[in-house]
């Protein structure tokens, strides 16, 4: 069973295009990580949310952390080719860390 | 720092073989974590140190695999024997402390013949 669960499972966009992708759970946390792992490389650390409401944006990307602290959303505005890899999200504060099955996102030139 | 280091980067092996990955976690980070990744199972957390000792190995599939991490600067994951549906990607991360930024190291891609 998955801690968390991500949507979509994939998305094929083109470039310039804005998308959303969703990381949700029953369970509330103290923090959230979205890692992001480009094709034949490990995943790594785009940016962690703390306070339920808050937003944090990386340049053409936004991450919005639930008010209740059991969700996460991010959106990538015009996105672009080098957007392109497996964006997974993960627990913080947890000893035991517990990934998302990801999104995979394809940006088509 | 060079990062995570593992290898090999590429193993090919044949069913029955042992396998032996790698790891150098970055210096000075207390956990060490063990994943594989497919694509029907995602990235699943295998195994997890806290100061070289073993914290949780829940996740290890079944007594084919064993992990080691005789010092703070190296551990392995052994697979004896190999069976094809161990054919994955094994990455290995650290992280300062437990809960934080995980660094993962570019994997070992194995494929078990």
């Known amino acids: 069973t998955q801690l968390l669960e991500q949507s979509p499972q994939f998305l094929s966009i083109q470039e310039g295009e804005n998308l959303t992708v969703y990381c949700n759970s029953s369970s509330v946390f103290s923090s959230l990580q979205w890692y992001r792992q480009e094709p034949g490389e490990g995943p790594v650390l785009l940016v962690t949310v703390v306070t339920g409401g808050e937003v944090k944006k990386l340049k053409r990307l936004t991450f919005q952390f639930g008010d209740a602290r059991k969700d996460s959303s991010l959106h990538i505005t015009a996105a672009q080719p080098g957007d392109t890899g497996l964006y997974l999200c993960?627990?913080?504060?947890?000893?035991?860390?517990?990934f998302g099955r990801g999104t995979s996102l394809i940006v088509h030139p | 720092d060079a990062g995570v280091i593992q290898s090999p980067r590429h193993e090919v092996t044949e069913m029955g073989q042992e396998v032996t990955l790698r790891c150098k976690p970055i210096?000075?980070?207390?956990?060490l974590f063990w994943y594989r990744q497919t694509m029907m199972r995602g990235l699943e957390l295998l195994i997890y140190?806290?100061?070289?000792?073993?914290?949780?190995d829940s996740g290890m599939p079944e007594d084919r695999f064993s992990a080691k991490m005789p010092n703070a600067s190296f551990s392995t994951l052994k697979i004896q024997p190999s069976e094809p549906r161990d054919s994955a990607v094994y990455f290995c991360?650290?992280?300062?402390?437990?809960?934080?930024?995980?660094?993962f190291g570019p994997g070992t891609r194995l494929l078990v013949l």
């Open positions: 210096s000075g980070h207390d956990y």
């Open positions: 140190f806290n100061n070289n000792v073993p914290i949780d």
């Open positions: 991360a650290s992280s300062l402390m437990g809960g934080e930024t995980q660094y």
């Open positions: 993960a627990p913080g504060g947890s000893y035991i860390p517990t």
